[in-house]
């Protein structure tokens, strides 16, 4: 499979547990995130994005947190599964609304 | 519906010579960005191309190009190629480009320069 980062930050969860991963991002500018998870041999799936004029949203197990006071964000994931396993990033959308800057992504591993 | 496809899925090619990388995108969609995932960069964005135009590019040199066809598949090119531009070539298409509308990946073209 592909290898996305060598050195990536890595958490390890037991299944069923809750995974909370956490991003930095840059630009007090940027007006929408994303979360992204790429497995091995495959691009970046979305997962679940939130604007700025919010603080939570939900999607099924999953939830996004934002925190523009200190440009920070997390993707918490419920009763992690054997599936989750992957490299997750967060990704920022700045005011023209094309590009996005990506984080350095983290490496989720499941243990059954 | 058939995703973002990409080819060739591998690549292995000599410094200096030149190569090029296609993109299919979802039927539909107008926009396909590009980008370079390396293990010490990650993802970094290279260009964008909406309706045959590049509209936006990222911080590579003149060495990397890019095209978009009527119908709207993408090429990108990389001339006199270096060893560090081995990397997952990744593209990304979305109806008209705002990322918000929500973006589509390919699996990736992985480049191996020797």
């Known amino acids: 499979g592909e290898s996305v980062g060598l050195h990536l930050p890595t958490l390890s969860v037991q299944e069923g547990d809750n995974s909370i991963i956490n991003c930095a991002y840059s630009?007090?500018?940027?007006?929408?995130f994303i979360w992204y998870k790429q497995e091995s041999g495959k691009g970046p799936q979305f997962i679940i994005d939130?604007?700025?004029?919010?603080d939570k949203r939900q999607g099924q197990r999953v939830t996004v947190l934002l925190n523009k006071t200190v440009k920070h964000l997390s993707l918490q994931i419920a009763a992690t599964q054997p599936g989750d396993s992957a490299v997750y990033f967060c990704?920022?959308?700045?005011?023209?609304?094309?590009?996005?800057?990506f984080g350095s992504g983290t490496r989720l591993q499941v243990q059954p | 519906k058939a995703g973002v496809t990409q080819t060739p899925r591998y690549l292995i090619k000599t410094r200096g010579q030149q190569v090029t990388l296609s993109c299919s995108p979802i039927?539909?969609?107008?926009?396909v960005s590009w980008y370079q995932q390396t293990p010490g960069q990650g993802l970094q964005f290279l260009f964008e191309?909406?309706?045959?135009?590049?509209?936006n590019k990222g911080n590579f040199p003149g060495r990397f190009s890019g095209r978009q066809f009527s119908n709207s598949r993408s090429e990108m090119n990389v001339s006199t190629l270096e060893l560090g531009d081995s990397a997952l070539y990744l593209c990304?298409?979305?109806?008209?480009?705002?990322?918000?509308?929500?973006?589509?990946f390919g699996s990736g073209t992985r480049l191996t320069v020797v």
């Open positions: 191309y909406f309706s045959e135009t590049q509209r």
């Open positions: 630009n007090s500018a940027s007006d929408y």
């Open positions: 990704a920022e959308g700045p005011g023209d609304r094309r590009a996005l800057t």
């Open positions: 939130i604007r700025s004029n919010m």
């Open positions: 990304a298409s979305s109806f008209d480009g705002d990322s918000r509308s929500g973006y589509t």
């Open positions: 039927s539909g969609h107008r926009s």
